[in-house]
């Protein structure tokens, strides 16, 4: 069974920055493609970063060039490196497979103030 345990998340001003992480197990990691999701209040999760097996990465428009996805195969660990943060960067961030499974972490909250 997967298990996802995202951290990271916090308080920040804007332009500040913060590094998630995400612990996977349960899965083979290093073969899935992953990503990383996002739920703002009243509105619906969306995938704002993916990372292959290979490295190969691919961005939502409102992150690209600030956010960075990348992965430790032998940690079994996801991260996203968030930069230049925006007071619409405000969510609960998730991670989770491309093709996510049903279930999902406990998410981790980034608050970004103006």
């Known amino acids: 069974q997967v298990q996802l345990v995202e951290s990271g998340g916090g308080l920040v001003q804007d332009g500040g920055s913060l590094r998630l992480s995400c612990v996977v197990s349960?899965?083979?990691?290093?073969?899935?493609?992953m990503g990383w999701y996002r739920q703002a209040p009243g509105k619906q999760r969306e995938l704002v970063a993916r990372?292959?097996?290979?490295?190969?990465?691919n961005y939502a428009d409102s992150v690209k060039n600030r956010f960075t996805i990348s992965r430790d195969n032998p940690k079994n660990t996801l991260f996203l490196q968030m930069n230049s943060l925006k007071t619409e960067d405000t969510a609960v961030y998730y991670c989770?497979?491309?093709?996510?499974?049903?279930?999902w972490g406990q998410g981790t909250q980034v608050t970004v103030s103006s």
């Open positions: 989770n497979a491309d093709s996510p499974y049903a279930t």
């Open positions: 349960g899965i083979v990691f290093s073969i899935r493609t």
């Open positions: 990372i292959t097996r290979g490295g190969t990465t």
